[in-house]
């Protein structure tokens, strides 16, 4: 694969476009999951950020909200 290129490939997709596309490599890399490995920092980060949550279980965002705003940001640029 030549990087340069396929980026440049997907730099020149619309901000949608570059959304899905990511999503469709994470479902990817999720649906490999049992293949990979978390180092001892991921483990730790993991534990502490489901301690947070634990402690603050009210304290979040819909993922929809999320993808509004980033949404919303792109088309601003």
Same mark, same amino acid.
């Given at each position: 694969?030549?990087?340069?290129?396929?980026?440049?490939?997907?730099?020149?997709?619309? +901000?949608? /476009? =570059?959304?899905?596309? +990511?999503?469709? +490599?994470?479902?990817?890399?999720?649906?490999?999951?049992?293949?990979?490995?978390?180092?001892?920092? @991921?483990?730790? /980060?993991?534990? =502490? =950020?489901?301690?947070?949550?634990?402690?603050?279980?009210?304290? +979040?965002?819909?993922? /929809? /909200?999320?993808?509004? @705003?980033?949404?919303?940001?792109?088309? =601003?640029?």
């Amino acid at each position: 694969m030549d990087f340069p290129t396929t980026l440049s490939t997907i730099n020149a997709l619309s +901000v949608d /476009e =570059r959304i899905r596309l +990511v999503e469709a +490599v994470w479902d990817g890399i999720a649906a490999e999951q049992s293949t990979l490995k978390l180092t001892e920092p @991921q483990k730790e /980060e993991l534990q =502490r =950020r489901l301690a947070d949550h634990q402690a603050s279980p009210d304290d +979040v965002v819909a993922w /929809e /909200e999320v993808k509004g @705003q980033a949404l919303s940001r792109g088309r =601003r640029q």
